[in-house]
């Protein structure tokens, strides 16, 4: 199965197809991807020093970057040096993706046809898009879409009104009723004249005994793929966005959110209504209380409160400061 397969790519393209100021090349490219995942012939690009490592290691031959950042880069890659990396992202992934800036309506949706799916069990008014594969012993509620090519496991239960796209599911998840799953992330460039959007090619990953309650959001990555790990929870209207990485055997309380680029650690517990800052890294084993900002990584085995969250410690000490 190919690495993206809900969205259309066009190409290959030369570089100077891609970029009008580029000399002559015989190269060509077929994708464009995160520094960690593009090969020799797919694009890169890299916009924060948060991401050096990345950048050191990387097999792309091309990286969109800026000329203050490219000299992390490994001799091997050529810097193409722009002044806004991400506008000239968006661009290119308008070249290869031309219809991923806007979630547009599933023309394939039908009322599935029972006999493709004899030990599947469905509610009324369901209706399925083309090449989806549903698993033995799922039920999916009344009043729910499921768009093409989404791959759901065995025994899992599906609730009502639940909307799914761009998604790859396991076995024994649970979704509740209300849920949207796979769908376009907050992504805008800001500009005077006309907010750009940025399309998003990414996948949702949800693996195998996750368990997600009514009325959450899961948007799909942008370039990346956004991933729940195994045995993770989710309670209410928990907002994750584009290509948040959630690890496995995490608690979730109500009304969290979770920034684009996250990522959670294994065995991570959230209070309600704690929010996590895009770009963080925060470690396995982590507790964050309740109603807590975090604009910081946080590092394994650490209970974090307040905001801006810090240590238990440091947030008890304060308080106590605040009353004296």
Do not use: W
């Amino acid at each position: 199965m190919p690495d993206n397969f809900f969205f259309k790519r066009k190409g290959p393209f030369k570089l100077n197809e891609l970029f009008n100021d580029i000399n002559k090349t015989n190269d060509i490219f077929t994708d464009i991807k995160t520094l960690d995942k593009a090969s020799s012939n797919e694009i890169t690009f890299f916009d924060s020093s948060i991401y050096k490592s990345l950048a050191n290691k990387t097999k792309s031959k091309v990286c969109i970057t800026t000329d203050k950042l490219k000299h992390s880069l490994p001799k091997t890659c050529k810097p193409i040096i722009v002044k806004n990396v991400l506008n000239d992202v968006a661009r290119v992934l308008n070249i290869f993706y031309e219809k991923a800036d806007v979630d547009y309506p599933d023309q394939s949706l039908t009322v599935p046809d029972k006999s493709n799916y004899l030990h599947v069990k469905f509610g009324n008014n369901v209706f399925i898009g083309k090449n989806v594969n549903l698993g033995d012993k799922t039920y999916i509620g009344s009043n729910t879409i499921i768009e093409q090519g989404v791959q759901i496991g065995k025994n899992c239960t599906i609730g009502s009104h639940v909307f799914i796209k761009n998604s790859i599911i396991g076995d024994n998840v649970v979704i509740q009723s209300g849920c949207k799953i796979g769908l376009k992330g907050f992504g805008f460039i800001p500009a005077k004249e006309k907010n750009i959007k940025f399309p998003h090619i990414g996948k949702v990953i949800i693996k195998n005994n996750v368990e997600i309650a009514s009325s959450c959001t899961l948007d799909r990555g942008s370039i990346d793929d956004t991933i729940i790990g195994e045995n993770t929870y989710l309670d209410n209207q928990v907002h994750v966005a584009h290509n948040v990485k959630i690890g496995k055997n995490c608690m979730i309380a109500g009304q969290v959110g979770l920034a684009g680029s996250s990522i959670i650690g294994d065995d991570c517990s959230i209070g309600g209504q704690a929010g996590i800052s895009g770009h963080l890294r925060i470690g396995n084993n982590v507790k964050i209380g309740g109603g807590s900002g975090v604009v910081n990584n946080v590092p394994n085995n650490t209970v974090v409160m307040g905001y801006p969250a810090v240590p238990l410690k440091e947030f008890l000490k304060n308080k106590k400061r605040k009353k004296n």
